[in-house]
T-cell receptor, first 111, second 113 residues
């Protein structure tokens, strides 16, 4: 089955700086890569996703890049704000199947 | 359009009792996934169901756990004879057919005393 690794497990940045979270996957059949943000005690919320036919996708301060050859994808948050503090999970999937989640990155944005 | 609904939000059970967790998918969604999250850990897949069918239960413990998604009504995750190790947050997610996106419910936090 698929194996998703996520780094770093914790990340602290100063407000206004950028944050980068990286994930690798093992199954070349995976072709959908969502990112979820989970605040303490809340549900995971989809913040951005990318399909394997695209190398990069951006939505305001959030961007995701995908390198299919190297089997890794990354989340980039620019101009971080305190409300970006949360746990972020990456996942890899084949459509219509389960998501394989990374172990999460706890992001703290220091005001 | 209501999102994914789960109830109860919090459930306390004594060891040996049964726990029933319910999930109503988003309107128009016919695929349901159940995940378990232990404190400060990631999301672990348990089971994937479509109406009246279990598609993938590779993440379900072999004993005490079962799931269903009947033609009418919510999906139910059932845990028999609960033990303290079952204490966790249980999330369900739903998707529209074989589309990519899965949307999560608010979770049920099960505490076994």
């Amino acid at each position: 089955g698929e194996n998703v690794e996520q780094h770093p497990s914790t990340l602290s940045v100063q407000e206004g700086d950028s944050a980068v979270i990286k994930c690798t996957y093992s199954d070349s059949a995976s072709n959908y890569f969502p990112w979820y943000k989970q605040e303490l005690g809340k549900r995971p919320q989809l913040i951005i996703d990318i399909r394997s036919n695209v190398g990069e996708k951006k939505d305001q301060r959030i961007a995701v890049t995908l390198n299919k050859t190297a089997k890794h994808f990354s989340l980039h948050i620019t101009e971080t704000q305190p409300e970006d503090s949360a746990v972020y999970f990456c996942a890899a999937s084949i459509p219509g199947n389960q998501f394989y989640f990374g172990t999460g990155t706890s992001l703290t944005v220091i005001p | 359009n209501a999102g994914v609904m789960q109830n109860p939000r919090h459930l306390v059970r004594r060891r040996g009792q049964e726990a029933r967790l319910r999930c109503s998918p988003m309107k128009g969604h016919s695929h349901v996934y159940w995940y378990r999250q232990l404190p400060e850990e990631g999301l672990k897949f348990m089971v994937y169901l479509q109406k009246e069918n279990i598609i993938d239960e590779s993440g379900m413990p072999k004993e005490r756990f079962s799931a269903e998604f009947p033609k009418e009504g919510p999906s139910i995750l059932r845990i028999q004879q609960v033990v303290r190790g079952d204490s966790a947050a249980y999330f369900c997610a739903s998707s529209e057919g074989h589309s990519y996106e899965q949307y999560f419910g608010p979770g049920t936090r099960l505490t076994v005393t």
